[in-house]
């Protein structure tokens, strides 16, 4: 019973600090990368709110996005035509966001936004 115990509180030491640390790094990385246009509420900056992103769009597609806006448009992805007619602009690639790992933080604290905000 008491190794099942300290096996438990083990690997919880190990999860646990890793997701807080992927969550911070994405907070981070937000804030450096996206905040100057784009809040987390549905509110309008120089680009739209985020608030229910993770739901209006696939993982897929934002992953997408992230990397690469003007490609999807070059493509006539629906989606990413409407969102350069309904706001006027095209998004700014950045370059941060060529590296998955990077998308992959973002799209996580958008996720975790969503969630926080009752928004799933």
Known sequence: MIKAVLTIVAVGMFIGPSSA????????????????CHRLSADFKVGPGLE????????????EWLEDPK????????A?????????????????????????????YLKENDKKRGVE
């Open 21 to 36: 640390q992927a969550s911070s790094d994405g907070e981070d990385l937000f804030k450096r990368k996206c905040y100057m």
């Open 71 to 78: 490609a999807m448009l070059e493509k006539g992805d629906p």
């Open 80 to 108: 990413a035509v409407e969102l350069v007619k309904k706001y006027k602009k095209v998004m700014k690639s950045v370059g941060a966001m060529k590296d998955e790992k990077n998308r992959r933080l973002i799209i996580d």
């Open 52 to 63: 229910g992103i993770t739901v209006r769009r696939s993982e897929e597609w934002l992953h």
